[in-house]
């Protein structure tokens, strides 16, 4: 077992989270079903499995749980390039998110490649 609130990508994708519903505060009122919620839901669960993977017994099992939460940081990525195409959000509010994603991507990546499955 790891100790993930020890992970600095989990708890800056912890903070990104909270961007996340800041920003989508600002969103039009008819995108609340739309990617205001898939947002926070993408949001939330890059923490959530990052936390869940390393409560599992075996690295492999940890891995897997990092692959998901990867797969959710790129769909934020494609989310916020929308949000922005829509003009819910600003090209320094969407290159802030993006740097900050990268971050957690480059980290979760790195740390994936050196678990020993």
């Known amino acids: 077992m790891h100790k993930y609130k020890d992970l600095k990508f ?4 912890r903070t990104f989270c909270k961007d996340i519903y800041q920003i989508t505060n600002q969103f039009p009122a008819s995108e609340k079903f739309g990617l205001v919620l898939q947002l926070r839901r993408a949001s939330v669960s890059i923490p959530s499995n990052i936390a869940e993977g390393a409560s599992r017994n075996s690295n492999k099992d940890f891995n897997r749980f990092l692959t998901i939460a990867l797969g959710s940081c790129y769909e934020i990525e494609t989310q916020l390039l929308l949000s922005s195409d829509l003009d819910f959000i600003s090209d320094s509010d969407l290159e802030t998110l993006n740097n ?4 957690i991507i480059k980290m979760m990546s790195k740390f994936s490649s050196s678990l020993k499955i």
């Open 100 to 103: 900050t994603l990268l971050q």
């Open 10 to 13: 989990w708890q800056l994708s």
